[in-house]
């Protein structure tokens, strides 16, 4: 690879490229073979690659091109029908090429592979028009509306000949996915070329970890600052604040790519698995211009896939049992991206048959994954979730595409280790969609500090559930132990524990006074550490493969410039049998509430109003609970405001912004009261922060019997703990505080 | 030119160890290194070189000695590697040596056990022996790259 001329790899990296959108061209061609602009890029595409490889030598690579380029030119002009069978063949021409051109990329040459199958194959097409072209016939004029070149002899034949080989043995699927709806993409790229430039990715990381750096310069300096009052300096400082914000988020954007780049192959996958499996699929892509930073996208692709695959064999019927079960013949497997806050959710639907609960249990029982006496108290979701485990499969008999029995756990790790989660929904008979939630980027995360047996560690905020912070008392109280296993009674449910400093090897182990919730396999456990510091928005740096195995997914420089490990939870959790341990699980007869809800409730965070009236609060919206200092709370204006991890936050003050029922407190200001918790949460992509009485719990509520609210900005009452509780809008609420929240211009921060 | 080359001399315990000067890409005294829990222990900790973390190998415990007594002045030599930003942690650096490469010899019978390994030969200075370190070796801490995907 290092002697690799750059004239080589640049051709490599342009033809592997093109190859990629010629797949979806050839696709869409299939579907709707009229289009001349798709037909003419294909035909550039292998055009170019065939000129470029005579200049280069590589003969081989040159006879599968010239003789691809020759059938496709007779589809140009109008001579040949574009069948299934002919679009197999090119499509194995496409991958004859692709292969070759991965032996130039790794060997310099061309390998010693045999085309000559493919080249025989082509040719027979090509030599089947060429008959056709010297004795014309009456054309059977099938379709008038054929592509039709000028130079070309229009009165050519164009009924389809058979070409030599029939490719599949399935000629059913010969009307595969007519019935397309939307023409091929306009040709946007060629507009892009100008503008836009090929970088090296290396450079885009480097510059990812030197912006880092400065990110952290930056924190020293204005720590530092505070201390200090020289004005020149400070008003610098917050310069060099701004910029380097700016900086980062250029630097961040610059990363991105759209989520396109890595379904390109999708169509073209999905047609093959259609072919193979014998179904009539139809593929709905939305959101592909979704942008997400390079390295997630890398890390997802193979996940995507995946789902896709798993859709394709488990979910969709054949088209006999779709007849059946009055269901259009073509199934539909849909992909939609969108951006949810500081996220990208990407769900792959199918309208299959759903999943099939009673061959679950049925397997899930053989598998021993539970007893039969378990099986009755599980939900219908609780019973779904057996799917993300290792092994499990519920395909009758394993297929070419998949039910091997490794899939969704794998899907689910990968996912978890970039910080992302799954979740998956399904209706009986109806379909299934699963909904992977990951984050923008993987080089920023947002952790919380811990203290254990003296040292420093991070630990990344995805994976924290809960956090509880133990009385002295309370400690004495709180933890007993179950057969041996340390567990902690938080609201009625047994939680086992870990101590981070023993698993950690660590001395100094005792003065723990803090648990971390955090989510295992099915069942959530504890983490003892000695303190909760802080949270922080930090910069990931890979450990070395020296350091791998080790519970730690990566370091990073603290403001001080001391290095602190990021804990990897899930490693932890195994290690101390929390993950994947069947008999501990045994052992805690009642599994910790599921990482969905179950079906029917929701989680939900319960807040006590200053006449104790309770109120709820949707989880969903809530980002953080912070407890603020009340002298830190200012009035700018008729607002309030808190300045907020660099920002300035808007806070509203729930009791004063809800209509009041008596009047006893109305003329209270925020700074008197002893309601100092403060609920971050997020409203159409701005913050605010929720100024409330006293935060209670966060349950998981039954939210199906709901009577109407009585005062504005609660969205329905409900009985939840044998309390009523007011259900609040949270919109409704902030605009009751400030009209003009939502359009007022910035009110989020950046990240720090 | 040719037939001379430079060697960055180091001594850990009584062994006047070389390493290429090339491969070097500077040293460091006092800096702080952050233990790793549960790593081997060969490997000494994390290195804040101006925020790009560096693993720091202990060279001594690497050869089989054990930890000097005295630990307070740290001195390490941040390797010139390509894949991954490393160190060895040693007891001294001395000066830049230039031998001739007619000087070399196979590594002393003397050496004995692990130590031996580490060592790609010997060039006989005035007053001693000046070991070349095998950095592929020395750096390789389970005999399979270290590698790990799990």
Redesign the interface.
């Known amino acids: 690879m290092g002697g690799m001329s750059a004239i080589i790899a640049e051709f490599l990296a342009e033809s592997i490229e093109n190859l990629d959108s010629m797949d979806q061209d050839l696709v869409a061609l299939e579907k709707d073979p009229s289009s001349t602009e798709v037909i003419e890029r294909v035909f550039r595409t292998i055009h170019t690659i065939k000129g470029t490889c005579g200049f280069l030598a590589f003969s081989k690579l040159e006879a599968v091109t010239h003789s691809t380029e020759s059938v496709l030119a007779h589809i140009r002009d109008g001579q040949l029908e574009l069948t299934p069978e002919i679009t197999t063949t090119l499509l194995g021409a496409v991958d004859s090429v692709r292969e070759i051109l991965a032996q130039i990329e790794q060997h310099g040459g061309e390998g010693d592979g045999d085309y000559s199958r493919i080249e025989r194959d082509l040719e027979a097409i090509d030599l089947g028009v060429q008959k056709r072209k010297k004795k014309p016939r009456a054309a059977a004029k099938k379709r008038s509306s054929a592509p039709v070149k000028p130079a070309s002899d229009p009165a050519a034949g164009k009924t389809a000949p058979q070409p030599a080989r029939v490719v599949t043995p399935e000629t059913a699927k010969r009307d595969l996915d007519r019935n397309d709806e939307k023409s091929p993409e306009d040709p946007v790229h060629s507009a892009l070329g100008e503008s836009s430039l090929r970088v090296d990715i290396s450079v885009l990381d480097l510059l990812m970890?030197l912006v880092?750096?400065l990110v952290?310069a930056r924190n020293q300096i204005s720590q530092n600052l505070n201390t200090d009052s020289n004005a020149a300096l400070t008003s610098a400082s917050q310069r060099l604040d701004s910029i380097t914000g700016e900086l980062q988020e250029a630097v961040m954007r610059a990363r991105m790519q759209p989520i396109s780049s890595i379904l390109s192959t999708l169509p073209r996958f999905v047609r093959d698995l259609a072919v193979t499996s014998g179904k009539q699929i139809e593929i709905d892509i939305q959101g592909q211009d979704t942008d997400l930073d390079k390295s997630v996208l890398e890390a997802i692709k193979t996940s995507l896939l995946h789902l896709v695959r798993n859709a394709i064999d488990h979910g969709l019927e054949t088209p006999e049992d779709r007849g059946k079960a009055g269901k259009p013949e073509v199934g539909r497997i849909s992909l939609r991206a969108t951006h949810e806050g500081g996220s990208v959710v990407i769900e792959v639907g199918d309208d299959g048959r759903g999943l099939d609960s009673e061959r679950i249990v049925e397997r899930a029982l053989s598998a021993g994954l539970v007893t039969p006496e378990e099986i009755v108290d599980l939900s219908r979701a609780q019973i779904e979730q057996f799917v993300f485990r290792p092994g499990f499969s519920t395909a009758r008999e394993v297929t070419n595409v998949s039910g091997r029995g490794v899939g969704l756990d794998v899907v689910r790790a990968n996912m978890e280790s970039i910080g992302g989660a799954i979740e998956m929904h399904s209706e009986p008979l109806q379909s299934t969609t699963f909904r992977i939630k990951i984050p923008l980027t993987l080089a920023i995360v947002s952790v919380i500090l811990v203290r254990s047996g003296g040292?420093r560690f991070a630990l990344p905020q995805a994976a924290v559930a809960e956090l509880v912070r133990l009385g002295r008392s309370d400690k004495e109280l709180g933890i007993e132990k179950l057969h041996g296993v340390p567990v902690y009674r938080l609201r009625g449910r047994l939680l086992p524990l870990v101590t981070l400093s023993e698993q950690?090897?660590?001395d100094g182990t005792g003065g723990e006074q803090s648990i971390i919730v955090l989510q295992g396999d099915n069942r959530q456990f504890g983490l003892l550490v000695d303190s909760i510091d802080d949270s922080q928005e930090i910069v990931v740096?890979p450990?070395?493969?020296?350091?791998?195995?080790?519970?730690?997914a990566g370091?990073t420089?603290l403001g001080d410039?001391?290095?602190t490990?990021i804990l990897d939870v899930l490693r932890i959790g195994l290690a101390a049998g929390m993950v994947s341990d069947e008999r501990v699980r045994a052992l805690m007869a009642d599994p910790m509430t599921p990482t969905i809800p179950a079906a029917g409730l929701k989680r939900v965070l319960l807040l006590q109003g200053a006449d104790d009236e309770r109120m709820a609060l949707d989880l969903t919206r809530v980002s953080r609970l912070e407890a603020l200092d009340p002298g830190s709370i200012e009035r700018v204006g008729d607002n309030l405001v808190v300045q907020y991890r660099g920002t300035i936050l808007p806070v509203i003050d729930l009791q004063r912004a809800l209509p009041e029922r008596r009047t006893s407190r109305r003329n209270q200001t925020p700074t008197e009261s002893d309601g100092t918790s403060v609920v971050i949460c997020t409203v159409e992509d701005r913050s605010c922060g929720l100024l409330v009485h006293r935060i209670l719990d966060i349950v998981d509520a039954d939210l199906s019997k709901l009577t109407a609210g009585s005062r504005k900005g609660v969205e329905a009452c409900c009985v939840i703990d044998g309390r009523v509780n007011e259900i609040l809008d949270l919109a409704a609420v902030i605009l009751l505080a400030d009209p003009e929240f939502l359009t007022r211009g910035e009110a989020t921060g950046g990240a720090v | 030119m040719s037939d001379r080359k430079q060697f960055c001399t180091l001594r850990v315990g009584d062994l006047l160890l070389g390493i290429e000067v090339g491969k070097v890409q500077e040293i460091l005294r006092g800096t702080s290194i952050m233990p790793v829990p549960l790593a081997p222990p060969k490997i000494r900790g994390l290195i804040n070189l101006r925020g790009q973390i560096v693993t720091a190998i202990d060279l001594r415990r690497r050869v089989g000695l054990d930890d000097a007594g005295d630990q307070a002045t740290l001195t390490t030599i941040v390797l010139g590697t390509a894949e991954e930003p490393l160190a060895l942690v040693v007891d001294a650096v001395g000066d830049v040596v230039e031998v001739r490469n007619d000087a070399f010899e196979a590594p002393p019978d003397t050496l004995k056990g692990d130590s031996r390994k580490l060592i790609e030969g010997a060039y006989k200075l005035e007053r001693e022996l000046l070991l070349v370190v095998d950095l592929s070796v020395v750096l390789d801490l389970k005999g399979d790259g270290g590698r790990n995907n799990a």
């Not at chain 1, 450990?543 to 730690?552: C, I, K, N, V």
């Open positions: 970890n880092g750096e952290l040292r950690l090897g660590l740096k450990l070395g493969p020296r350091l791998a195995g080790l519970p730690f370091a420089i410039g001391s290095i490990l």
